[in-house]
């Protein structure tokens, strides 16, 4: 929780949430952009990228290290990750 890394994926992780809470806002509660209640559209969004960062703070001592139960910062683990064979019926 303490390095660099942490912070950059947590980072992205917030930023990543609030668009999506912020579309999702968008989406559901207006039929054009002027109708939107801006305020209320923009604090959803932020509120739930607080949630994302305290989600990441409270799961950086549990399971594999990152932001996230299942992720990790490493390059090293994605790269090997994605250079596995890909097995199935076929």
């Known amino acids: ?34 109708d939107v209640d801006w305020p209320a559209a923009l604090a959803t969004a932020g509120l739930a990228s607080v949630l994302a960062v305290l989600t990441a703070i409270g799961a950086a001592k549990a399971g594999r290290p990152g932001p996230g139960l299942t992720e990790t910062t490493e390059r090293a683990a994605a790269t090997t990750t994605a250079a596995a064979p890909a097995t199935g019926a076929g």
């Open 1 to 34: 929780m303490f390095t660099a890394d942490f912070w950059k994926a947590t980072a992205e992780r917030a930023v990543r949430t609030f668009a999506q809470s912020l579309v999702a806002v968008l989406m559901a509660g207006a039929t054009n952009l002027f």
